[in-house]
């Protein structure tokens, strides 16, 4: 193992993967989708140095109401034998209560079915929590093969505010959040001072869903998106992911609301970061 200080969304490491051939099959009964509706939305916020506030115009759109979960990947695998990009590159990084703010460690036997590394437990009788330690990448191939894509920025925003224009699709604020979202309540990562209700991840749709219907939009895992922001434009190796997750604090990373963008390299693999899918 080695260790890392890096921000979970801002790690650079570098490799490339091939993507399997698409395929015809049923997932009806794996995901369900809520339909946006085409209209002007309301993204951003207010001097935001990234994303500012404005008004978008999004065409009809359908996003699952869930992440991707471990048993719908599992298919994936199952059907095409695609090795992920942790699983190439040995390059996951994970995480454990103890290590200092922004602390992630390097473990080479992590990816998807051991999200935290061998050392722990992995993914048996979890195939209702969201897939983790994936990259990218990963990502775009299970789209592929299943006729899916990533949403946009906007999408993605358009959809977790459900019709909202605040930080949170909820009233009450950061206290209200725990309703709603998977994430990290102690003070710090060195210690867990605080009942947490799942120390990691949890399964998709425990809590809240927005008035629109859809989990975990502010927790659990961040949620990788197809583009970026004009200002990241140029640069090719990086890629947005959108949320918060279970590591995310009120004092670390603070990402869980309708507005910040995050950012990772596409071949990193962090056990925190997952995804949700829109139909073609």
């Not at 190796?237 to 997750?245: D, F, P, Q, Y």
Request: overall charge negative; some cysteine.
């Amino acid at each position: 193992m080695f260790k890392w200080i890096v921000s979970p969304f801002l790690l650079l490491l570098f490799g490339c993967q091939t993507s399997p051939e698409s395929k015809e099959h049923d997932q009806s009964d794996e995901l369900n989708f809520v339909q946006i509706e085409k209209g002007h939305y309301m993204v951003g916020k207010s001097q935001h140095p990234i994303n500012p506030n404005r008004e978008v115009d999004i065409e009809t759109f359908e996003i699952s109401t869930t992440e991707v979960t471990n048993k719908m990947w599992s298919r994936f695998i199952e059907e095409t034998g695609y090795l992920t990009t942790a699983e190439k590159l040995k390059n996951a990084m994970v995480f454990y209560p103890g290590l200092d703010e922004f602390e992630w460690v390097g473990d080479s036997t992590a990816n998807w079915r051991y999200p935290f590394g061998k050392d722990h437990e992995g993914i048996k009788g979890k195939e209702d929590y969201p897939v983790s330690c994936i990259s990218y990448i990963d990502a775009l191939a299970f789209c592929e093969w299943g006729g899916y894509r990533l949403p946009t920025l906007d999408e993605w925003e358009t959809a977790c505010r459900a019709g909202t224009n605040d930080a949170y699709h909820f009233e009450g604020g950061y206290d209200s959040l725990v309703i709603y979202a998977n994430i990290w309540q102690s003070k710090t990562h060195k210690s867990v001072d605080v009942q947490e209700d799942y120390l990691y991840h949890s399964p998709v749709a425990t809590y809240k869903p927005n008035p629109w219907g859809l989990y975990d939009m502010y927790g659990n895992c961040f949620e990788f998106c197809a583009d970026k922001p004009e200002k990241w434009a140029d640069n090719e190796s990086m890629v947005c992911a959108r949320g918060g997750s279970w590591w995310c604090s009120k004092n670390s990373c603070n990402y869980f609301n309708s507005y910040d963008i995050g950012r990772v390299h596409k071949a990193a693999s962090f056990s925190n970061h997952g995804f949700r899918v829109v139909k073609l």
